[in-house]
């Protein structure tokens, strides 16, 4: 088995995308309409994408603007290999940064929170193989 991708239902498919690419510096990897079930599908990822990577499939079900998230989704997760200077180039691209870097509590790993425009949380893992390019 392998992991695929994550689908997240946002309200405004462009904004979402926008988001996803020029504050996280993901590519737009594909696009799809469907009108008959009126649906748009966006899939983003990393340089690579699949079969390298996991991607974000971005769901827009057209006429809807806004979602209950819930209380049991999380976060997803992204390896960077410099939290704090992630924290930086986000916040000035525009991005909203929920948790500043620094250390887990408890621990040694540095972390930060991010939130995309749909409220979706993002945690930014400091991880030295992402600074070597490896997965």
Known sequence: MKFLH???RVGD???AIDFYTQVLGMQLLR??????????????GFAGGNPGQAEIELTWNWGVHDYEH???YGHIALGVP??????E??????GKVTRAAGPVRGGRTVIAFVVD??????????R????????
């Open 82 to 87: 410099d939290v704090y200077a992630a924290c």
């Open 128 to 135: 030295a193989e992402t600074a070597a390019g490896q997965n």
């Open 70 to 72: 819930g209380n049991a």
């Open 31 to 44: 696009r799809s309409e469907n009108p008959e079930y009126k649906y748009s599908l966006a899939f983003l």
């Open 89 to 94: 180039k986000i916040q000035a691209a525009g």
């Open 13 to 15: 498919l462009q904004r």
């Open 6 to 8: 994550t689908m997240l």
């Open 117 to 126: 425009p749909d409220g979706y949380q993002i945690e930014l893992v400091e």
